[in-house]
């Protein structure tokens, strides 16, 4: 016969099995195309111990929501609309599913990039086509409201009979502060900044001139120090950058190749992320459709130290596990998320025969 103490036992065991089974599950949003199968935003179950993607089903119905950020709190969740009449769309949490609070236009064509500032106050947006974008005021119940401060860019770049024929907003970033948003232009090879004043921007300037030709595309910042890493999508580069906290200039302090030398068929950049403790750097390759690995030195040096296939095709965004245990990559080609483990001592990924079927996958976030 069981005694009490046998009892209490038993069952706390099976308690914290439980809890510890599930504690192992977390949601995975994913941003997509909607021009073939796909019907907006999904969402899928992560298993944080075997990296097993399972449970895919529609958060909600959305036109090509291509890049999605959600709000420090967990709270909200906000959208690109990529089309010809540009959207900037705010959601929020309604049990298993996403709920629409209100959608403004994003005063331009092909948003392909939406930012939260860290105090919780605006949301920055990005337009390629129109190479212009805007910044919006949020409210407490995470609703868009009022008229947005806005910027164009002109000019042209090195390329300008094709990619770099006009100014193309790729991306717009608040700094760690929130105290500038940072526009990186594919079309005039330019990082531009813009001091947030008032709830709006002021004047830009020309935070950082790239190479021509390079056509840089995304940033990331480094969790500790005053630097910044971003990634051309033209000259299949990344870069490491000083950042002048107080003034908001961005000064080059090395580069490095994502593809191999001996790769000469054509490849384009497109994701960078960095290790939360600074030591490594990844970055997407579509066409020679790997994620490149790099080491970061103390004061910014970059080194090569690995180039992993993505298992598919054309790897548009990819995001570290909360824990940085595994990396995922969105192949928008070939209609898969694909899970690789991270070696938190080398940096490197190691396959693990882990993906999931998603039509037209191009954005992944925790």
């Not at 009892?7 to 510890?20: D, M, Q, Y």
């Not at 769309?89 to 939260?116: H, T």
């Not at 119940?141 to 024929?165: K, M």
Request: proline content about 4%.
């Amino acid at each position: 016969m069981m005694n009490f103490q046998h009892l209490t036992a038993l069952l706390l065991g099976i308690f914290v099995l439980s809890c510890t089974q599930k504690n192992t599950k977390m949601d995975l949003l994913i941003g997509t195309y909607t021009d073939q199968t796909s019907e907006g935003i999904y969402r899928v179950s992560f298993d944080t111990q075997t990296g097993e993607l399972t449970d895919l089903r529609l958060a909600v119905k959305a036109a090509s929501p291509s890049y999605l950020s959600i709000s420090p709190d967990r709270k909200y969740v906000y959208a690109v609309g990529e089309r010809g009449d540009g959207a900037v769309v705010a959601y929020e949490w309604e049990q298993d599913s996403l709920k629409r609070i209100n959608q403004v236009s994003s005063m331009g064509i092909n948003p392909c990039y939406v930012d939260f500032s860290a105090d919780k106050k605006l949301v920055a947006v990005a337009n390629y086509s129109s190479g212009n974008g805007a910044v919006y005021v949020v409210a407490a119940d995470g609703s868009i409201v009022g008229e947005p401060s806005t910027y164009q860019h002109e000019g042209v770049g090195l390329d300008s009979a094709n990619r770099q024929e006009a100014a193309h907003a790729h991306c717009s970033m608040f700094s760690k502060d929130s105290r500038f948003v940072y526009v990186v232009d594919l079309g005039i090879d330019q990082v531009v900044g813009y001091p947030v004043i008032d709830g709006g921007i002021g004047d830009g300037f020309t935070a950082l001139s790239l190479v021509p030709g390079d056509g840089p595309r995304h940033m990331v910042f480094h969790p500790t120090k005053d630097m910044a890493f971003l990634i051309n999508e033209l000259s299949n580069s990344v870069i490491s950058i000083k950042v002048d906290v107080e003034t908001g200039m961005l000064t080059e302090i090395d580069r490095a190749n994502t593809v191999p030398e001996d790769f000469t068929e054509h490849s384009q950049c497109a994701d960078i992320h960095l290790s939360s403790d600074g030591k490594f750097l990844y970055g997407s390759n579509r066409g020679h459709d790997s994620i490149a690995i790099f080491a970061v030195g103390e004061s910014g040096e970059l080194e090569r130290i690995g180039v992993e296939s993505v298992q598919g095709k054309w790897p548009r965004n990819f995001t570290l596990s909360p824990d940085e245990r595994f990396l995922l990559v969105a192949n928008k080609d070939t209609d898969n998320i694909t899970v690789f483990s991270r070696d938190p001592k080398t940096g490197l990924l190691t396959y693990t025969d882990q993906e999931i079927a998603v039509s037209r996958p191009v954005c992944l976030k925790f």
